[in-house]
C-alpha cells in the first residue's frame, strides 16, 4: 500500500498551491479566496523514485460542532491521523499566529511524523521569517515559495528522508487495469457529495444543508464489483452561469465541468422530490455533446410519496427531450438510507460498455439494407438519395460513417431515425451516438475544377 502525505494547516497559507506544486499539475482549485478547498482532494505523486498519495485538505478553523468550520476540520484532521507524513504549512509572511500554535498543540498529540512548511517565504527575508517556525517545536522548517517554485528541492528531500523507500515503492499490481472515471454531476442540493460518500463506503465528502458546500472536483477508488475498480468522482453543483457570481463557485462550475470531461460515464443526479428541472436537461445536453456515456439517478426517493408517479414523469421527460441519450438508464435510490444504491454500479458498467461497444462492418452493412427497406430516404429536389455503406471507425462513443450519394442532405429527421434504429437494434441505450455523413468523391468533378 502506497504512503500517505496530508497537507494541512489553517486557511489560505497556500496548502492547495503546493499540492499542485508538488503532483505537478493544476488538480486544486486556487484563487485569494479563504477557505476555497473543503474536501480532501487526493493525487498519485512520483518523487525521486518513490510513488505517494498526496491529499490536500480544508484550512483548520475552530467553530460551533454543527457549523461548515467544524465539519471541515473533522474532515482534514481525520485524513492527517490516517496520514504517513504530515506537511504542517504556515504563512511566513505572516508570521506564527494563535491559529498555528493550536494546529501544532493537536500535532504533537498525534503520533504521525510531521514536516513544517514555511511557505510564501520568498527571497532572504522570508527564509529568515521562516525560522519563526522553530519555536512550534515540531522541528526544523522547510522555507519555500510553493507559488514560485522556490525550496521545492529541499522539500522534496526532506519529504524523501520520512518515507521509507521500500514500501514506497509502487507495488506491480498497481499498474494494473486503470480504473473506470465515473463523475457525479448535477445541480446544488441534490446529494452529490451523500451518494459520493456512500458509494465510498466513508465520509469522504463534506454534507450538509447549505447549497454549494463541494467546491472543487474530488476523487477516490473503490472496487466496482466485478473484479476492476472506479474512480469515483464528486463535483460542484452546476447551476446556470447567469446566476454564479462569487469567483469561488466559478472556479468550481470550472473544476465539475473538466471532471464531466475526463469522465468516461457520468451520474447525473436529479431530485426525486423536486422532478427533472430545465438546468437538469442543460447538463444532460452538456454531457452527451461531450460524448459521455450517462446514467441519470433519481435521489431522495424516501422522501416522495408516489415513487412509481416520479419515475414516470422523470422517464416521460427525458423521452420527449432527451433524444441524444435516448433509452437512458435510471435508476431510484436513496443516498441518505442506501436504499437502491446496489443497482447503480450494475447501471454504470451496462452504460459503460455501450459506450464502448464495437460493432462488425458486415452487421452494419445488415442492418442499413434492412433499416432503408423498412423507410426509404425522403426525395431531395425531387430525386432518391443512396445510401451505399457504414461503418463504425471508433467507439467511446460509438461513432459511424455513412456513405451515400448526396448523403449530406440527409434531413434531420431521417438521420435521428437512423440514430434509434442503431440504438435499439445493437443495444446503445444511454450512450451518445454520432453519425458523419459522407459522399463518394467524383473524380470527374474534381478533373473539371483543376482546369
Known amino acids: 500500500m502506497l504512503p500517505k502525505i496530508v497537507i494541512i494547516g489553517r486557511p489560505n497559507v497556500g496548502k492547495s498551491t503546493l499540492f499542485n506544486r508538488l503532483a505537478n499539475r493544476r488538480l486544486a482549485l486556487v484563487a485569494d479566496t479563504p477557505g476555497l478547498t473543503r474536501d480532501a482532494k487526493e493525487a498519485l505523486v512520483e518523487l525521486s523514485g518513490l510513488r505517494f498519495v498526496l491529499v490536500d485538505t480544508g484550512g483548520l478553523e475552530t467553530g460551533a460542532p454543527a457549523s461548515l468550520a467544524a465539519r471541515v476540520r ?14 504542517f504549512v504556515l504563512d511566513a509572511r505572516a508570521g506564527i499566529l494563535p491559529a498555528d500554535t493550536e494546529i501544532a498543540d493537536w500535532l504533537r498529540e498525534q503520533s504521525t511524523p510531521v514536516l ?34 522556490e525550496g521545492i528541492d529541499a522539500l522534496r528531500e526532506a519529504i524523501a528522508v520520512h518515507l521509507p523507500e521500500a514500501s514506497a515503492q509502487l507495488p506491480e499490481k498497481l499498474e494494473a487495469e486503470r480504473p473506470l472515471r465515473l ?71 470550472s473544476a465539475a465541468i473538466e471532471a464531466l470531461k475526463r469522465a468516461e460515464v457520468v451520474l447525473l443526479v436529479v431530485d426525486a422530490t423536486q422532478g427533472l428541472e430545465d438546468q437538469d436537461l442543460r447538463i444532460a445536453r452538456l454531457i452527451a455533446r461531450e460524448g459521455r456515456a450517462a446514467v441519470v439517478v433519481l435521489n ?35 443516498a441518505r438510507t442506501g436504499a437502491g444504491v446496489a443497482k447503480l454500479l450494475p447501471a454504470v458498467r451496462s452504460a459503460y460498455a455501450a459506450w464502448n461497444r464495437r460493432i462488425a462492418t458486415a452487421e452494419l452493412n445488415r442492418w442499413l439494407e434492412a433499416a432503408v427497406a423498412r423507410h426509404p430516404p425522403p426525395l431531395v429536389q425531387g430525386r432518391r438519395l443512396k445510401l ?19 448523403a449530406e442532405k440527409l434531413s434531420e429527421d431521417y438521420q435521428r431515425y437512423l ?4 440504438r435499439e437494434t445493437f443495444t446503445l441505450r444511454g450512450t451518445p451516438i454520432r453519425l458523419e455523413l459522407r459522399s463518394p468523391r467524383n473524380p470527374f468533378a474534381e478533373s473539371e475544377e483543376t482546369r
Open 74 to 87: 473533522k474532515a482534514a484532521e481525520a485524513a492527517a491521523r490516517e496520514a504517513d507524513l504530515v506537511l
Open 419 to 422: 440514430v434509434n434504429s442503431l
Open 183 to 253: 463523475a457525479i454531476v448535477g445541480r446544488p442540493n441534490v446529494g452529490k457529495s451523500t451518494l459520493f460518500n456512500r458509494l465510498a463506503g466513508e465520509e469522504r465528502a463534506i454534507t450538509g444543508p447549505e447549497p454549494g458546500l463541494t467546491r472543487d472536483a474530488v476523487s477516490v477508488r473503490i472496487p466496482d464489483g466485478a473484479g476492476g475498480q472506479i474512480e469515483l468522482i464528486d463535483t460542484a453543483g452546476l447551476r446556470r452561469r447567469t446566476r454564479i457570481e462569487e469567483e469561488a463557485e466559478s472556479l468550481a462550475v
Open 116 to 149: 513544517v512548511v514555511a511557505n510564501k517565504a520568498e527571497g532572504q527575508r522570508g527564509q529568515h521569517a521562516a525560522l519563526e517556525a522553530f519555536e512550534l517545536g515540531l522541528g526544523e522548517p522547510v522555507a519555500i515559495s510553493a507559488a514560485h517554485g
Open 388 to 406: 451505399r455503406y457504414i461503418t463504425q471507425p471508433k467507439a467511446r462513443p460509438p461513432t459511424f460513417v455513412l456513405f451515400g450519394t448526396r
Open 300 to 334: 431522495k426517493c424516501d422522501a416522495v410519496s408516489d415513487r412509481k408517479a416520479a419515475q414516470d414523469a422523470l422517464a416521460e421527460r427525458l423521452g420527449s427531450s432527451l433524444s441524444q441519450l435516448k433509452g437512458i438508464g435510471v435508476v431510484s435510490l436513496s
